[in-house]
């Protein structure tokens, strides 16, 4: 294989290579999104209770050692193909992290502040939007960026799933190993998924920045 | 409306907390934290919590503003009982400031400041006027520190924007656990002065806690002194705790220096001054020569035509001295009427006349001050207290008039 073959590949398949991309950044995108959802709620949940933090942690540390194919294997015969067991994965992938790092975040906050959030006349949940939240939330971001790292990797096995993105480069690029083609096809897919994750934690940042309080920054 | 906080027209200057028979029982220990407490925390006052580490006088005051709820008896606030009220609206309406601020980090001064406005629905540009008045008030420029993080002040300066948040809705009663126990030594000193002008201004009612007898004596008008679970030792003015303590935990807690402490707490003014032969320096010297030896004393003061006071002179110096102009010894340290008894006492130890030249407001001579006029005063004010009950469980409670 040489650079021409390669440019040639990328030049013929634009295209198809730019939707798969589009494709790639939205399904992680809208996991992430749901994860985090999901994954913050939880962390409220259990943040006061070291036992209920470390059920919830268990809990997705669990998941996180199942192997991405089998999962998807498994969740093949429940969800069936594409866009289902793709999301259903990629979101149980994205908890973890995401979940450890706001029990983290919250537990770190000072009781004194929360004290005397309470002792102002702040309620319960006030404490928590106002407060605790805000205080928390550079490490939640942090278990943000970790969980958008990983779930750029691994929706590229989802392509066994008929997930969509661009693991369907690699997949069909490996499985026709000895064509001209397969090895730029695969290699191509492969880079992709690490620029694009490098872009999207890029943009996280970014994002920090802009909403992250200067009182918290140093 | 069943809220603390004043309405418009009202300043929210102090009102009276009675604690009825409260007692804070924790699950699963034998003793409770608090123990049958009852006391009057009249309006308008501060009163100071002090104690040992432990002996439940933050649990006490935490009960007023039910951070922690109390598991049995009553308290009333100008006569409301706190149970009857919704617990954040409670809080809204007492100030609470605690030890290193418990400031916001996220939030600018001025956002921290305008909490409780903000959750009692101050319009913004009333939130605006007041945060800057509120920083005013600690001594803190609006321009420079509106817009700064907690973390871009210094201890002091985030507890005087504690202070300031404590202070922003106007609430009537302002509770305070050891709000300077974490600056160094110099600035808690300056912070105290401030709470007291402060106070002096605003007449809030205030419970202070603390482990420092020193504060408690600089910054309270009455001091509860609570021993194990909460048992109040004695409740009573600085003067009268230190003149007589109720029992040995109480004169331990205050130390061995309970007169020293006594000076801090009155002033030049309040004592009888003795007098000495005085001359203005254009005066004759064999007249005040005459004088002393009259009155037997060992030293005169010479004025200028104001009546100030300029040098001491002695007998012996004025057997060779021509005229009043330039004869005698400098003045050293001033003392004024305004000055505690315990700055009195360290200028005249750094006379060698041992007695201090006192002036009024324009400076004029108003007095002089000895050792004998020091010990007089301590002994009035210990024959004063002498009577005063050494105070029992019973009648703790009630501050004496």
Known sequence: MDFQTLWDFVSERRQQLLTDSYLHVSAVVQSVVIAGVIAVLIGIAVYRSPIGSAVATGLASTVLTLPSFALLGLLIPILGLGVAPTVTALV????????????????????????????????????????????????????????????????????????????????SGLSRVGSPTAVPQALTGTVLIVILALVLDGLLVLLGRFTTSRGLRD | MTDLLPAEEHTGSGVEIVLDDVVKQYAGQADPAVDHVSMTIPAGETVVFVGPSGCGKTTTMRMINRLIEPTSGKITIAGRDTHSIDADRLRRGIGYSIQQAGLFPHLTVAKNVATVPGLVGWDKKRTTERVDEMLDL??????????????????????????????AADPPVLLMDEPFGAVDPITRGLLQDELMRLQSDLGKTIVFVTHDFNEAVKIGDRIAVLG??????????????????????VAGFIGADASL????????????????????????????????????????????????????????????????????????????????????????????????????????????????????ALQEVREEHADDHPVDEASAGEPTP
């Open chain 1, 92 to 171: 149980l992938y994205g908890l973890l992290p995401i979940i450890r790092n706001t029990i983290i975040g919250l537990a770190a906050v000072d009781p004194a502040i929360t004290d005397a959030a309470r002792g102002v006349g702040m309620n319960r949940l006030r404490v928590l939007g106002r407060i605790e939240l805000p205080l928390a939330w550079p490490s939640i971001l942090a278990g943000i960026r970790v969980s958008t790292q990983m779930l750029m990797g691994i929706l590229a096995i989802a392509a066994y799933a008929k997930g969509p993105g661009l693991g369907n480069l690699i997949f």
């Open chain 2, 138 to 167: 600690v001594g803190l420029d609006p321009d420079t520190y509106r817009d700064r993080y907690p973390r871009q002040l210094s201890g002091g300066q985030q507890q005087r924007v504690g202070v300031a948040r404590a202070l």
């Open chain 2, 228 to 249: 194990n679970q909460s048992h109040i030792m004695q409740y009573d003015t600085p003067e009268a705790i230190l003149a007589n303590p109720a029992n040995d935990m």
């Open chain 2, 261 to 376: 402490k006594q000076l801090t707490l009155a002033r030049v003014r309040d004592i009888e001054l003795a007098q000495c032969p005085t001359a203005y320096r254009n005066g004759s010297v064999a007249e005040l020569r005459r004088e002393l030896a009259e009155q037997d004393a060992p030293w005169g003061l010479i004025l200028d035509q104001r009546d100030r006071p300029l040098r001491w002179v002695s007998p012996e110096q004025l057997a060779t001295a021509g005229s009043l102009e330039d004869v005698g010894d400098p003045l050293g340290e001033n003392v004024s009427l305004t000055s505690t008894l315990q700055d009195a006492l360290e200028a005249l130890l750094m006379q060698a006349s041992a007695s201090a030249a006192v002036t009024g407001r324009r400076g004029e001579y108003a007095g002089i001050i000895t050792i004998d006029t020091l010990v007089h």
